[in-house]
């Protein structure tokens, strides 16, 4: 029963997920942004669902992060008409980020040494990009920057969880932040270097996949 409630989910999610990059496409401002909204909403409405039955602040801490997201999600939609508005966005993603660093100290409060090497390897691939893609970032970059930090070190805690305790659901956390990961660095393509559209398509993919997975993080707890 709970592998047809996992590929419902999923399903929905990837058809709500493949209409938005339609939409995206055709740039259909209002009607893409509201789809996204939505796609957001779905993966932290199981992720607030999941810690109210496990029940515990470690997890409600953890479902906030992706509360949070949801209206990042909306003001990021303006990354190349307002400055402001983006800036909240990324703010918002800013406090998402510290949620769920909170939620996997107060977990497991010693730094492991997979952190260390994984955030060393990530931040070195993201200047990598960044040099040889000449991104050109503008006033937001001092905010991008530290960003970019917080993505990075919650992408290489969530990846160290399934090292240490390796499980279905640290594996879906694991997941969780290298998508997150992979996806920002789409973005920072897409937005700083080329505006080719696949690499606008493949930042929004592989952030809902991410967003969906750190969701069944908790939710595969459940379930369980």
């Known amino acids: 029963m ?8 999923i399903a929905t999610y990837a058809a709500l997920l493949a209409y938005y990059c339609i939409l995206e496409k055709r740039e259909r401002f209002w009607p893409a942004t509201i789809l996204k909204v939505i796609i957001s909403a779905y993966a932290a409405g199981i992720c607030v669902f999941s810690a109210i039955v496990l029940d515990n602040i470690i997890f409600y801490i953890f ?3 992706l509360v949070f997201a ?11 008409s307002d400055l402001t508005k983006y800036r909240i966005g990324i703010s918002l993603f800013g406090a998402m980020h510290i949620c769920l660093l909170i939620s996997f100290f107060l977990a497991d409060p010693i730094p492991k040494v997979y952190e260390f090497i994984i955030f060393a390897v990530f931040i070195a691939t993201l200047l990598i990009f960044q ?5 050109k970032m503008g006033k937001e970059k001092t905010q ?10 919650m992408s290489a805690k969530a990846i160290s969880t ?16 290298l998508f997150f990961f992979i996806s920002d660095l789409f973005l920072g393509i897409w937005a700083y270097s080329t505006e080719r559209f696949v690499y606008l398509a493949l930042n929004r993919t592989t952030y809902f ?9 908790l939710f595969l707890m459940v379930i369980g």
Do not use: E
């Open 63 to 65: 479902a906030l992060g």
């Open 131 to 135: 040099i040889k893609g000449k991104w």
């Open 144 to 153: 991008l920057t530290v960003y970019t930090v917080f993505v990075v070190f």
């Open 70 to 80: 949801v209206p990042a999600d909306f003001f990021l939609q303006y990354i190349k």
């Open 2 to 9: 709970s592998g047809v409630v996992i590929a419902v989910i």
């Open 162 to 177: 399934y090292i240490v305790a390796p499980s279905s659901f640290t594996l879906a956390l694991a997941l969780g932040g």
């Open 209 to 217: 996949i991410g967003q969906l997975s750190l969701a069944f993080y």
